[in-house]
């Protein structure tokens, strides 16, 4: 009926139109299911889109997925009449009905066609319920309903499950497709094509002076260099959305992990309407899911236990977020147990990450970290939400690709908070260019405390060795200096590496701040500011952890972002040696 380019426009739409209603309706079941006196208008919302998503369904001729809408907007009719009150069973039905929906849009996406998968038992359970209410005889005088006759198990079910065609499945991480596209006005684009078309006529001014032979051609090439920054300053604000469009697919999660582990916890927001690079956002999606299971498995503790302390018995994740100066700054936090520092450092000693003797001395933030350290975990069994100690050293990583960082706070039975910083936008940076050894490197101006340059005999009025590590004079302070040539290398700072840095004529350094405190950064020329189009490093370069991407030069060669964090992280590296 349709030619093949028709066809997948179609479906294009259909699969972000009924990825936005499904979206709706999870978030309004899970609030009814909260709040189940929310009021009328929000179950009339619900009905809707479930409506929305049955008629797109038929118009593309999905037939099953249009008889599991028709069988849930049934019940959710009843629920719009008010002859029946949602509870946890029937909201884990009409939520199985989200997930199988999901998966099928995801096998659309991929595939074209909705396949044979088998919706008979969920069907089944949408018109037991139907057909209850209808006969009245199980309904009590609160318009609750008693389905304790019929298979309402509504534990969360193993993802393998689904391809069965028997249960559902909950996995915030795979609904990326509303993340994958974006809703623009035309007034935008528009604006974008104005700047677009002023452009082209600066270009041919441009090659026009420059066929001409004439020598106003600066005038020009700064008036581009303006049009380009306005449509980069457009497209970036393109690429940001809000943060709260990743975080409100982890109410479900928390839901669903609340009634797997016995708990009872509930999600805050705060500063949901913060915008972010979609890019940097993905990251993000992938990692915070990890750290919500740990907050609920590890951090809240079950309901008598918190009684038992005097708290409330509902437990609270809370998710926050700020921009600040080019940053993102968010927090996930937990009002449980806390982190206890002896069982860590126990732990740590055990796995031998660190030495019996340096569990006795490190400091408070040193023994956070270590919960940071590939393999950790303080837990004696592994349970289906956490637990194998692969989580946080991935979380930890992945800030850091991105180029941000993270730290942990936590206070015993107050509970544990997670601080990650991040730039709000990956696209474009702004670095200082410097080089060693014949190659240039990129270095982030937002953690560039200020410059230092030392000829003759400054060098060594400045530069000194404290036992094995090099230190730099900066403003009546003594800063630990690292030689960017002997992290290339991988050496270490012998006598031989400090005599030659003390006798060179002039002295480089770039003081960078990192949550560790100031260090220098000695390098043997500081070139020029420039804004780079950074790329993520490709696969074979995914190892060097000091370096966080590329970007192509002027002249045609690249140049590699510098990773703060993980360069002062060699430094420490190298202490202990």
């Known amino acids: 009926m349709f030619d093949k380019e028709t066809w997948e426009r179609l ?22 299911e909260a709040n189940p006196e929310s009021g009328k208008g929000l179950i009339e919302d619900v009905f809707r889109h479930m409506h929305t998503v049955k008629g797109n369904c038929r118009m593309l001729g999905f037939s099953r997925l249009e008889e599991l809408a028709h069988c849930a907007e049934n019940v959710l009719d009843i629920l719009r009449d008010g002859t029946l009150t949602i509870n946890r069973q029937i909201g884990s039905a009409l939520l199985e009905v989200v997930d199988r929906v999901y998966s099928v849009l995801k096998a659309i996406e991929k595939n074209g066609e909705e396949g044979n998968i088998d919706f008979s038992i969920l069907i089944d359970k949408l018109q037991h319920i139907q057909t209850t209410v209808t006969s009245t005889q199980n309904l009590h005088t609160s318009n609750t309903l008693d389905l304790s006759e019929f298979d309402f198990d509504d534990k969360p079910k193993p993802p393998d499950a689904v391809s069965t065609g028997t249960t ?34 600066t270009f041919n001014q441009l090659r026009y002076c420059l066929t001409q032979n004439r020598k106003d051609y600066q005038q020009m090439l700064d008036g ?38 016995g708990k009872k916890v509930y999600l805050s927001m705060k500063g949901e309407d913060t915008e972010i690079d979609r890019t940097v956002l993905m990251s993000l999606k992938s990692i915070l899911g990890h750290m919500i299971r740990n907050a609920i498995d590890h951090g809240i503790e079950p309901p008598d236990v918190r009684l038992a302390k005097g708290k409330s018995a509902l437990g609270k994740v809370e998710l926050s977020s700020e921009q600040r100066q080019g940053y993102i700054y968010m ?25 019996p003797q340096q569990a006795q001395t490190i400091d408070d933030t040193t023994a956070f970290n270590l919960i940071m350290e590939s393999g950790f975990s303080t837990t004696e069994t592994v349970s289906k939400i956490s637990g194998r100690g692969i989580g946080m050293d991935v979380v930890k990583k ?10 942990v706070s936590s206070t015993t039975d107050k509970g544990t908070c997670f601080s990650i910083r991040i730039p709000q936008t990956m696209a474009i940076v702004p670095v200082l260019l410097v080089s060693t050894s014949g190659e240039h490197f990129a270095v982030p101006q ?23 590590s090099l230190m730099v004079r900066s403003r009546e302070r003594l ?41 220098g950064l000695e390098v043997d020329g500081i070139e020029e500011t420039v804004n780079l189009v ?37 430094q420490y590296q190298h202490e202990k040696i």
């Open 168 to 201: 559902a499945k909950y996995n915030t991480e795979e609904s990326s497709i509303s993340l994958e596209t974006i809703h623009l006005p035309i007034t935008r684009l528009d604006t974008l094509m104005n700047i677009i078309g002023t452009l082209v006529v």
């Open 398 to 407: 992945t800030v850091e690709k991105a180029g941000g960082t993270l730290s």
């Open 534 to 570: 950074v790329k993520p490093l490709a696969r074979m370069f995914s190892h060097i952890s000091i370096i966080s991407g590329t970007a192509l030069m002027p002249e045609g060669t690249v140049s590699f972002l510098l990773n703060i964090a993980e360069i002062r992280k060699f």
């Open 446 to 468: 937002s953690g560039i405390v200020e410059l230092l340059s030392f000829y003759g005999d400054e060098v060594k009025g400045n530069v000194e060795k404290k036992m094995h």
């Open 331 to 355: 927090e996930i936090a937990d009002d449980g147990a806390g982190i206890d520092l002896n069982r860590v450092k126990l732990k740590a000693a055990e796995a031998g990450l660190i030495t």
């Open 224 to 261: 581009m260099e303006q049009q380009l920054q306005q449509m980069q300053d457009e497209v970036l604000k393109y690429r940001l959305q809000p943060v709260g469009r990743v975080w409100e697919t982890y109410h479900r999660l928390v839901r669903e992990l609340a009634v797997e582990s």
């Open 479 to 519: 800063l630990p200096l690292i030689r960017l040539k002997q992290v290339l290398s991988e050496c270490d700072a012998n006598n031989d590496n400090i005599s030659e840095l003390l006798l060179k004529e002039q002295c480089h350094v770039v003081i960078l701040h990192s949550d560790e405190g100031d260090f």
């Open 11 to 32: 479906i294009q739409e259909f699969l972000l139109e009924s990825t936005e209603s499904i979206g709706h309706i999870e978030r309004g079941l899970l609030e009814l």
